[in-house]
């Protein structure tokens, strides 16, 4: 298999990491360009999906390319091109939902578990802490996997991009809130190896973005 990166495009295969204990799948959905991860625990075979962005049929035979099954659907936010496919695939596999409390209002679909910051998701023998992330949406949650044989993993959504933190519509207290949750939520406590896999695009690292925090606070986005 082929070193992961993190670079996938509408319609491609997923790119594949494997770690000790979980296995990370990647692919593109839809005009948007959305990422969507399936995680599968190694030792049960149970997976989480985060993000149902769009492409049903994709998503389900992404979920083919795992064990089969689904256990959990995670949703980062609320906006509407991270969530296209959630009820067909909740309706297709009985999976529970998990999405930000503040955000589950304006999901399509009833949201079994809402989070809050500091929270767990566990699927198998795998655990996925919760880092809610003020400002893009109100209720935007990141996913960390601290690896016991490696480093962190933060599936940040929208709320985290190389290059920048996401798009808070030039609302300074938007922005103020979700610089401030990023800093402190993800930068202070995760080491700088730590990987990004955000909502679109290429994944990144906190060591890589860190040099740039000051910059991003001066520029206001």
């Keep these: 298999m082929s070193p992961y990166t993190g670079k996938v495009r509408p319609g491609g295969p997923a790119d594949v990491r494997e770690l000790e204990r979980l296995v990370i799948r990647k692919v593109s959905v839809g005009p948007q360009d959305n990422n969507a991860y399936l995680l599968t625990c190694r030792a049960s075979g149970a997976q989480l999906l985060i993000d149902a962005a769009d492409d049903a049929p994709r998503l389900s035979a992404l ?76 209720g935007s949650v990141a996913l960390v996997y601290r690896d016991p044989a490696g480093s962190a993993h933060a599936f940040t959504g929208d709320s985290l991009f ?45 060591g890589t973005e860190r040099p740039q925090l000051a910059a991003w606070r001066a520029r206001g986005w």
């Design 63 to 138: 979920l083919g390319e795992g064990t089969g099954g689904l256990d959990v659907v995670v949703t980062t936010h609320q906006h509407w091109d991270h969530h296209r496919a959630l009820g067909q695939v909740v309706e297709r596999t009985g999976a529970r939902t998990a999405a930000g409390s503040a955000d589950a209002q304006g999901l399509p679909v009833p949201v079994d578990q809402p989070l809050e910051h500091g929270d767990e998701v566990r699927f198998g023998q795998v655990t996925l802490e919760v880092a809610h992330l003020r400002g893009h949406t109100p």
């Design 162 to 206: 190389p290059g920048g933190v996401g798009n808070t519509d030039n609302d300074p207290h938007r922005f103020a809130a979700l610089i401030e949750d990023v800093e402190h939520r993800l930068f202070d406590v995760l080491p700088d190896q730590t990987w990004v896999y955000p909502g679109h695009g290429a994944d990144t690292q906190l």
